[in-house]
């Protein structure tokens, strides 16, 4: 998805699968720099942790279905963050 500086402006938080890749958080923060603290890397925003998602374009099922586990658990780790959060 091409996000534009409407997008970003708007956007409390943005969050990308890699820190680098094109539309990356850090190719985000170089073009829109009023977007920096906003932007987060999926695994970053779940975790705190600076991981990439595997991009999973042009694998094998195998490939897919590990991002997919990837993303249910740190999907159900940022849940947990929030329902906990003080």
């Known amino acids: ?7 970003i402006k708007h956007a409390d938080v943005i969050v990308t699968m890699s820190e680098a890749h094109g539309q990356g958080a850090r190719a985000l923060v170089a073009r829109y720099p009023s977007a920096d603290g906003r932007v987060f ?3 970053g925003y779940a975790t705190g ?4 998602v595997h991009d999973a374009r042009s694998k094998p099922t195998s490939f ?3 991002v997919t ?3 249910d658990e740190l999907s159900l780790l940022r849940t947990v963050r929030f329902l906990t959060r003080r």
Do not use: G, I, V
């Not at 942790?49 to 990439?52: F, I, N, P, S």
């Open 69 to 71: 586990a990837q993303l």
């Open 49 to 52: 942790e600076h991981k990439d």
């Open 64 to 66: 897919h279905e590990s």
């Open 41 to 43: 890397t999926f695994a």
């Open 1 to 7: 998805m091409q996000r534009n500086a409407n997008d």
